[in-house]
């Protein structure tokens, strides 16, 4: 197998006048190496016509630990596109840590039901009481299914105190629901 260059990656991805496969391809091969020399090219890949490019070149600035990334999702979970949202609030679970829970919290508000879903097991993911107690707050407020999703992913979190503290919150939102 011939070992390509990160330059020759990095040309494919800028060259627009190739496909949106091999653009998608490049990006695919940037993630796995996580190079942080491939930042920018990612970061300027989130602006091409193609989704499924932008999406990739998402998940890939995902799996490169560097600042700018986590700016740069957290400012992306406001695109108009939902697929888009959900994808940016998965990656801050994974890179975005303790600076991307704000963030997060207002996503869980999204008028998607993905997005909600994404940021529910985002900050699930990142874990902490600043995470999970806006959590068991939107346990009283959010509509059922959402509601469900997110009893079922903080229940994946290992903590006991968490036990009563999502009856409690439940309890409420049953007071809370009109029929």
Known sequence: ???????????????????EQSRYE?????????DPKAIEPLITALN????DVRLAAKRALSKIS????VRLLIAALS???????????????EIGGSK???????????????VRLAAIEALCE??????????IIALSYMDEDSRENL??????IDDPSLEEQIIEALNDAEDNDFY
């Open 1 to 19: 197998m011939e070992m390509i260059s990160l330059r020759t990656i990095i040309d494919t991805l800028q060259d627009y006048s190739s496909s």
């Open 26 to 34: 490049a990006i695919c091969k940037l993630g796995i190496i996580g």
């Open 48 to 51: 091409d016509t193609d989704e």
């Open 66 to 69: 560097d600042p700018r990334i």
């Open 79 to 93: 695109d108009k596109d939902k697929d888009i949202r959900a994808s940016m609030a998965e990656a801050l679970g």
């Open 100 to 114: 991307a829970v704000n963030a997060l919290i207002v996503a869980l508000n999204d008028t998607d039901e993905d």
């Open 126 to 135: 990142i874990g902490g009481s600043k995470a999970v107690e806006p959590l």
């Open 151 to 156: 009893k079922n992913a903080l229940n994946k």
